[in-house]
């Protein structure tokens, strides 16, 4: 039966069967009013059951695979925290409850490929340290009620050597903020995926009011992903009432698909429900140990739109800001650029030298691929690099064309045409008097001084 504050609701869809904290994430704390959406939230939970009634997981399985020994303590696994019980079994998740969270992200940042990606309560910024190698991303936003923990973590985002010796192909700009999540500020208007895991469930009752209409109503994103502890999941953890101190309640899966069913509906958006972190055998009953809900935007006004409508207004405050190096950049774009040009050239010309020595009879010929190419070639690069001009000698001079050259897919990748690459490598590397290829010592030796 559905808690009695619900009816205070109205007529909702109804709700169909759909299918713990991690350290980072808590403190969600914030100010706001109360809507009816809410009223149930924090008292509507039900008791745990008498110990004699409880579920005692006793197979093994992984993930949620139970472990322990009768009268040793055991540690509670549960998204990485530790507590000591006098329990004899515990159920353990590999990978960790949190770790399996934030992969579901990334498996859907991948699937989906949004651009423009905010991680509400983001904590730690463990799940923003993920993400951000999709190359999809180019604005990667946290939000937190908690100043110190961004200002302690933020280095954990900025740019490593690995990211200038191998920059990426999107500009990237990570950003973030210190604020409450019910507070409206325009920059997190027109978003692609807002996500919200393991949140809800530190909000208090006006809080969790004000977030629909702030998430759903203002910032309106294309997509948004809830998570949140399943009740229902609580009485195989040993002493486990509620996962967490700060928890304000715990929902049952009816209860959250109720109230994300009644969301989507006053919102325009679609939801499906899933999760992660699966029950030991003979416990599937009680679901997923975590509950996802996967909010789809239904058509409306692009977001770009939205965002010009609205009135500016700054309410956080930013902790840290940064941009990634990136080949939309010049001074990025030009080393890597000459890097595999110079790679190309100089595998052309020993490929060349190799295949005069064989017709010789200086070398025996190598078992390879006709045309050379190593198994990192797909057959659409081999057929257009056949297509290509070949690279031909001229006395002493080896030349190797453009348009060789761009028919090789890294190189194509980072310039669009022969008129490009030719403009950006002038200046560093020896052409022909045409333009048209470059010009190096058949033998090893580039002559920068040689225009033919």
Same mark, same amino acid.
């Given at each position: ?23 980072s994430r808590p403190q969600a704390r914030?100010?706001?009013?109360? /809507? ?11 008791? $745990? ?36 019980? @006098? ?13 399996? $969270? ?6 859907? !940042? ?12 983001? *904590?730690? +910024? ?16 946290? =939000?937190?009620?908690?100043?110190? +923990? ?7 985002? /900025? ?13 990237? +700009? ?40 702030? =998430?759903?109503?203002?910032?309106s994103p294309s997509l948004v992903v ?13 002493? =486990? ?11 049952? $899966? ?8 009644? =969301? ?21 009953? !009680? ?12 058509? *409306? ?29 010049? $001074? ?8 595999? !040009? /110079? ?11 190799? /295949? ?34 070949? @690279? ?10 453009l348009r060789r050259l761009l028919a ?11 008129? !490009? ?32």
């Amino acid at each position: 039966m559905l808690p009695e504050s619900l009816k205070t609701l109205g007529d909702c869809p109804e709700v169909v069967v759909a299918v713990s904290r991690d350290p980072s994430r808590p403190q969600a704390r914030a100010r706001g009013r109360i /809507s009816p959406l809410a009223a149930f939230a924090p008292n509507s939970l039900p008791s $745990r059951p008498p110990a004699a009634n409880r579920l005692r997981p006793q197979a093994r399985r992984r993930p949620g695979r139970v472990t322990g020994a009768r009268g040793q303590e055991c540690s509670n696994m549960v998204d990485g925290n530790l507590e000591d019980t @006098p329990r004899e079994m515990v159920i353990e998740f590999n990978p960790p409850l949190y770790r399996q $969270r934030y992969q579901f992200v990334k498996d859907l !940042v991948d699937e989906r490929e949004p651009k423009k990606v905010a991680d509400l309560g983001c *904590g730690d +910024t463990s799940l923003m340290t993920l993400l951000r190698v999709c190359p999809c991303i180019e604005l990667l936003v946290g =939000v937190d009620i908690n100043k110190d +923990t961004l200002q302690r973590r933020r280095h954990k985002l /900025s740019p490593f050597i690995g990211h200038y010796l191998s920059p990426r192909d999107l500009d990237l +700009t990570i950003t973030l903020y210190h604020g409450s999540i019910v507070e409206k500020d325009s920059r997190l208007l027109g978003f692609d995926l807002i996500t919200c895991i393991e949140l809800i469930e530190h909000l208090d009752s006006g809080d969790l009011a004000s977030f629909p209409e702030v =998430v759903f109503g203002y910032m309106s994103p294309s997509l948004v992903v809830i998570s949140t502890p399943n009740a229902e999941f609580n009485p195989l953890f040993p002493s =486990v009432t509620m996962r967490d101190s700060d928890h304000k309640f715990e929902w049952t $899966r009816m209860q959250f698909q109720t109230w994300a069913l009644c =969301v989507a509906d006053r919102y325009n958006y679609s939801v499906a429900f899933t999760g992660v972190g699966d029950p030991p055998s003979g416990a599937e009953s !009680v679901g997923y140990c975590t509950q996802i809900g996967i909010f789809q935007q239904n058509g *409306g006004k692009a977001p770009e739109l939205r965002v010009a409508e609205l009135c500016e207004q700054h309410i956080y405050t930013t902790v840290f800001t940064v941009s990634y190096p990136s080949l939309q950049q010049e $001074r990025y774009l030009v080393p890597q650029l000459m890097s595999q !040009v /110079s790679q190309h050239v100089e595998s052309l010309r020993v490929g060349y030298l190799r /295949s005069l020595q064989e017709q010789d009879g200086a070398l025996k010929a190598k078992p390879e691929d006709p045309g050379g190419f190593g198994p990192s070639f797909t057959e659409d690069e081999k057929a257009r690099i056949e297509k290509s001009p070949k @690279p031909f000698c001229v006395g002493s001079k080896f030349f190797v064309p453009l348009r060789r050259l761009l028919a090789y897919s890294r190189l194509s990748r980072l310039c669009a045409s022969e008129e !490009v690459l030719r403009s950006r490598i002038a200046a560093s590397m020896p052409l022909s008097g045409d333009g048209s290829a470059v010009v190096v010592g058949l033998h090893g030796r580039s002559d920068p001084q040689s225009r033919f």
